[in-house]
């Protein structure tokens, strides 16, 4: 089946620097892949929608110049986290789909879990 | 704005009882509905449903769709420990395969006492 690979799984930063999660579709081709941020005892709540080649789409409260996506290839697609704060410290996933190759659906990564110290 | 709402938020039960969970969901063009079960990282899908009133199965667990209504419920029967986990609910595209990703409710948490 579809396997999303997402990286690192946990990361521990500096307030003020930044951090870059990646996020790989490793058996398939992902032609958009979602970032999603997930607070303790709260749901998912999608960030932004990345098409490869595109620009990405940022949802409403998003800050684009904050949380630089990257969606390069049909395999890859980074989440870079700038000018780290405490508050962004979360749990973030990608998720993964395509249009080229139907019945994938949604493929979710492991997640990664950002502490900003 | 779409909105995805579950009930109960939490549910403690006995290994063995059988559990409902609820979803509704208020969305300006629905497409279809979604279960994931989250434990401690990321959700594994359990069923998409699209059509109303088609009960969909997968061992224990089982899930159908009210378009009328608005709703879904997922059913577990015989839990067990294992079935601890947090059960979201999401609405998205049909196919899949669309550009636009999911709304999800704030989850169930699900905890089977042995």
């Known amino acids: 089946g579809a396997v999303v690979s997402q990286h690192p799984s946990r990361v521990i930063c500096k307030s003020g620097t930044s951090v870059k999660i990646e996020c790989r579709s490793l058996d398939f081709q992902a032609t958009t892949m979602f970032w999603y941020r997930q607070f303790p005892k709260q749901s998912l709540m999608l960030m932004a929608t990345?098409?490869?080649?595109?620009?990405?789409?940022?949802e409403q409260g998003v800050e684009k110049d904050k949380f630089l996506i990257n969606h390069a290839s049909l395999t890859l697609s980074t989440l870079t986290v700038t000018s780290a704060h405490p508050e962004d410290s979360s749990f973030y996933i990608c998720?993964?789909?395509?249009?080229?190759?139907?019945?994938?659906?949604?493929?979710f990564g492991s997640g990664t879990r950002l502490t900003v110290v | 704005e779409d909105k995805v709402v579950q009930s109960p938020l939490s549910l403690v039960v006995h290994e063995g009882d059988t559990v409902t969970l609820n979803c509704s969901y208020e969305?300006?063009?629905?497409?279809?509905l979604l279960w994931y079960k989250q434990e401690k990282k990321a959700p594994t899908f359990l069923f998409m449903l699209t059509s109303s009133g088609i009960e969909k199965k997968s061992g224990r667990l089982s899930s159908i769709l009210d378009k009328k209504e608005l709703s879904s419920i997922l059913n577990i029967t015989a839990t067990q420990t294992g079935d601890s986990a947090i059960y979201l609910c999401a609405v998205g595209p049909r196919t899949g395969g669309g550009a636009d990703g999911l709304t999800f409710g704030k989850g169930t948490h699900l905890i089977i006492q042995p």
């Open positions: 969305v300006t063009n629905f497409r279809s």
């Open positions: 990345s098409n490869e080649g595109s620009k990405a789409t940022y």
């Open positions: 998720s993964a789909t395509s249009r080229l190759q139907a019945g994938y659906g949604y493929t």
